[in-house]
């Protein structure tokens, strides 16, 4: 084992294609990134400078994009680096904390939308104790107990990959550090890596998406009681941009994590890693702004202003 060389970097392949698809691919993800932190910089400043946005939905809205700049910020600069030059270098250290940030938004995220469902199942089913529930404080609260599990049960795990021994090939067949390629290539034995992450990672999983399925079966039940069709309409509507986010999510998740590896080619794999790294970050600000008549009203108050001003002037 002393004769062992340590792994001091690791090589990601990317996507093995053709120089021109190579360049269309670089652009694809470059057009995504700009478009992203754009998308998700504009909701964060709108539900912090408009009034008629300061309301708890809004405000957990804001904190997911937060977490979608924080993870595409982690992917794409290095993910360009490595498709432009068909495949790219990373440290070790570098691997480990692209995998931290990633892991830990995802982790967020996860709680996240089960605090954004039970912010909307306090709105529907008990609207009259909204306010006195969903206060300020609490909301503050709320998304505190969604960042702390992410970047301390993250920490946890990562600290435990970084004590194990790399000793060749260095070689990720992957567009990034992601979780299970990089186990693969331990020389040390990884049963107590893949036990922490089951122990902790089930009832992350678990727990937040009974708690999804239960607030939605109370929503389901509540708006199917409104006499008006109207009513349940605008009920529904509330409710609808959030169970899309939820279903991209959990979708994407459980078809990476959850899917046996093998029968999913290693395409397959990389085309789903993008899902949840770089679309699902563009598709949320997209999700939550087109079918949002709060946030068009902002915007277009916004331009109003800035077209006035810019008479004025």
Known sequence: ??????????????????????????????????????????????????KTLHTPMYFFISQLSISDILVITDMVPNMLHVQMNNGGTITFTGCLIQLYFLSSSEIFECFLLTVMSYDRYVAICNPLRYTSIMTNTCCVILTIICWLPGF??????????????????????????????LLELACSETFSVHLQIYVLGIPIIII?????VVSYTYIIITVLSIPSITGRQKAFSTCSSHLIVV???????????????????????????????????????LIYSLRNKDIRKSVQERLTKSFICGNCS
């Open 1 to 50: 084992a002393n004769n062992l060389t340590a792994v001091t970097e690791f090589f990601l392949l990317g996507f093995q294609v053709s120089h021109n698809l190579r360049i269309l691919l670089f652009s694809l993800f470059l057009v995504v990134y700009c478009g992203t932190i754009c998308g998700n910089l504009l909701i964060i400043t709108l539900v912090s400078t408009s």
């Open 247 to 285: 279903s991209i999510f959990y979708w994407t998740i459980f078809s990476i994590y959850f899917i046996p590896k093998k029968s999913q080619t290693l395409s397959r794999s990389k085309i789903l890693s993008l899902l949840y790294t770089v679309f699902t970050p563009l598709i949320n600000p």
């Open 208 to 212: 937040p998406t009974a708690i999804i």
């Open 152 to 181: 301390s049960i993250t920490l946890f795990y990562t600290i435990t990959i970084a004590k194990l021994n790399f000793c060749g090939p260095n070689i990720i067949d992957h567009l990034f550090c992601d979780l299970l390629p």
